[in-house]
Antibody, heavy 116, light 106 residues
Framework: QVQLVQSGAEVKKPGSSVKVSCRAS????????ISWLRQAPGQGLEWMGS????????NYAQKFQGRVTITADESTSTAYMELTSLRSEDTAMYFC?????????WGQGTLVTVSS | ETVMTQSPATLSVSPGERVTLSCRAS??????FAWYQQKPGQAPRLLIY???TRATGIPARFSGSGSGTEFTLTISSLQSEDFAVYYC?????????FGQGTKLEI
């Protein structure tokens, strides 16, 4: 069974960047597709992008193009999501999840708070 | 993008009741459709994929149906642990999109 463990909560200033990690275990990392989603307080879920570690290629939602970068390190079975030019509207819980269609395994979530 | 509309936003129910949640897509998504359950402070949990296939470990009281633009999730007999928010998702059209959720409350 796949397990995804994310890095801890972050507090950031507007205009700065955040990088969240997601370490996978319980399977072959190269075979996964890892996606990142976010959920603003009291809101629904929003897909941000996905990466195929074996190819190290990512695709992103148009909304986040130019601000988000998803990478993967096969040597540590870890995926990363970096979001730049943070604004208050980016305050949300960020999740990694396996698969790129439906999401069968999820990380526990990382709360990113953007505040001056 | 494909807009997913869930109804109702909130549903007041009692344990033991049969419940049906609805989700409508703004364009056809075939059967590339999933349901998730989310409890406070937790990540979502996959319940149903391919519109009607239960995910691993999901009790048989959960069932999904539909195709095209209209989908339903039925919980045959509500248990106390089923009070949560339920989200639908389409993965047929890019980008994949979610509904805004239906909250089941007592």
């Amino acid at each position: 069974q796949v397990q995804l463990v994310q890095s801890g909560a972050e507090v950031k200033k507007p205009g700065s960047s955040v990088k969240v990690s997601c370490r996978a275990s319980g399977g072959t990392f190269s075979n996964y597709v890892i996606s990142w989603l976010r959920q603003a307080p009291g809101q629904g879920l929003e897909w941000m992008g996905s990466i195929i570690p074996i190819f190290n290629t990512a695709n992103y939602a148009q909304k986040f193009q130019g601000r988000v970068t998803i990478t993967a390190d096969e040597s540590t079975s870890t995926a990363y999501m970096e979001l730049t030019s943070l604004r208050s509207e980016d305050t949300a819980m960020y999740f990694c999840a396996s698969n790129s269609n439906y999401f069968d395994y999820w990380g526990q979530g990382t709360l990113v708070t953007v505040s001056s | 993008e494909t807009v997913m509309t869930q109804s109702p936003a909130t549903l007041s129910v009692s344990p033991g009741e049969r419940v049906t949640l609805s989700c409508r897509a703004s364009q056809s998504v075939s059967s590339n459709f999933a349901w998730y359950q989310q409890k406070p402070g937790q990540a979502p949990r996959l319940l149903i994929y391919s519109a009607s296939t239960r995910a691993t470990g999901i009790p048989a009281r959960f069932s999904g149906s539909g195709s095209g633009t209209e989908f339903t999730l039925t919980i045959s007999s509500l248990q106390s642990e089923d009070f949560a928010v339920y989200y639908c998702q389409q993965y047929h059209n890019w980008p994949q999109t979610f509904g805004q959720g239906t909250k089941l409350e007592i």
